[in-house]
């Protein structure tokens, strides 16, 4: 029986470990189409800007991001401990500060998931800190883990080909079956989509090089008054995520409708401030200042009403077959901790459909 022709739209981490995971089914052979690939850098791709860490921000009754980001937590900490290790992940204690204990605090999700979670002493918390908790996570070096997807994806036979599409259709050929649309922010504007919920938050970070190994720790800081995700007054989100190479990013902030790709310097010297005054260790002794890289602006995909991940089927006339049309995109800031769970769903979505209806 031939093999099933799938084509992805969108490079980033959720269309590469999509394309990936199929790729490795043996009734597929997937293409990649996308504007841009890893390497690139733009303001519309999304995922090189990435800090990322695994830290879960779903609440104990969304059942569906839980079993998502459990599945790629799993998937990050083998990969993080195999024996050849290019991905690009690493361990790390993570450590989640407040500075005043919620009224309404509950336990996370993963206080029985992650291992050795567990509240921190008063002698351990920063100055200004009223409770903490700590727990082993991983961090993600993004560019690093990103052309390791492609790299994965083209040692297995997969294709990719650059194009800047306007239209979900202008994809498909007498030898397509199955779309799925990666094309994250993009789905806001792309045709056949042009999904009105999916909207940009701006974030901004700051990359320091350090001494590789000196810091082995992540954090977020939830200032008073913090919402969902650690986001205070003014979209003022404090972290900082390192990678294996020795780069340590931090961050950060998180403003809804702004689609500005230039750095603010003011708030790139805030953002150094918050995240020393929080973890002073954070500078080496021998160190007076800081050595910044860059400064860094991204886009998240975010969505009203959370992540889209189903299928429905299309009839093309000019073709004179059914396509079946696949969603994966709005993931928003968790889209690295969720992106193997999403795309292990999609693929078994995929394969019910077909068992359900003759492609």
């Known amino acids: 029986m031939p093999k099933k022709h799938i084509v992805i739209l969108g490079a980033g981490v959720i269309g590469l470990t999509t394309a990936t995971l199929l790729q490795q089914e043996k009734e597929f052979e997937v293409t990649v189409i996308a504007r841009h690939f890893p390497g690139d ?8 800007w990435a800090g990322a860490h695994w830290r879960s921000y779903a609440t104990n009754d969304d059942s569906r991001l839980i079993e998502y980001e459990k599945k790629t937590f799993h998937h990050f900490w083998n990969l993080a401990k195999a024996s050849k290790n290019n991905s690009g992940i690493m361990i790390v204690d993570g450590f989640d500060y407040w500075d005043r204990l919620p009224d309404d605090f509950s336990e996370p999700w993963f206080k029985d998931f992650s291992p050795e979670y567990r509240h921190l002493d008063k002698e351990e918390l920063p100055i200004g800190v009223e409770f903490g908790i700590t727990y082993k996570t991983v961090t993600i070096n993004a560019p690093v883990y990103l052309n390791y997807l492609l790299h994965t994806f083209l040692s297995l036979g997969g294709t990719t080909q ?7 259709y202008d994809c498909i050929k007498n030898d397509t079956d199955i779309v799925i649309n990666c094309s994250g922010i993009h789905s806001r504007t792309l045709g056949g989509v042009e999904d009105t ?31 969902s995700g650690g986001i205070a007054a003014g979209g003022i989100i404090t972290y900082v995520v390192p990678r294996d190479n020795g780069e340590v990013l931090l961050g ?12 603010d310097l003011e708030e790139a010297s805030a953002i150094v401030q918050r995240c020393l005054s929080t973890r002073p260790d954070l500078l080496p002794h021998d160190q007076t200042n800081l050595v910044i890289k860059k400064n860094c602006v991204g886009l998240r995909p975010c969505r009203k009403g959370g992540m889209r991940i189903d299928a429905e089927w299309i009839y093309l006339e000019n073709f004179e077959k059914k396509i079946l049309i696949v969603h994966n995109y709005g993931h928003g800031c968790y889209g690295f901790q969720s992106s193997y769970g999403a795309a292990l769903d999609v693929v078994k979505i995929i394969n019910s459909s077909m068992f359900n209806s003759k492609i």
Do not use: M
């Open 197 to 227: 919920n999916v909207y940009a938050a701006k974030g901004q970070t700051v990359v320091v090089q350090l001494p590789r190994s000196h810091v082995n720790w992540t954090f977020e800081r939830y200032s008073s008054g913090c919402g």
């Open 41 to 48: 850098l733009s303001i519309d791709y999304t995922s090189p």
């Open 252 to 263: 950060g902030t998180y403003v809804e409708h702004d689609y500005s790709p230039e750095p």
């Open 162 to 168: 650059r194009a800047n599409l306007s239209h979900l």
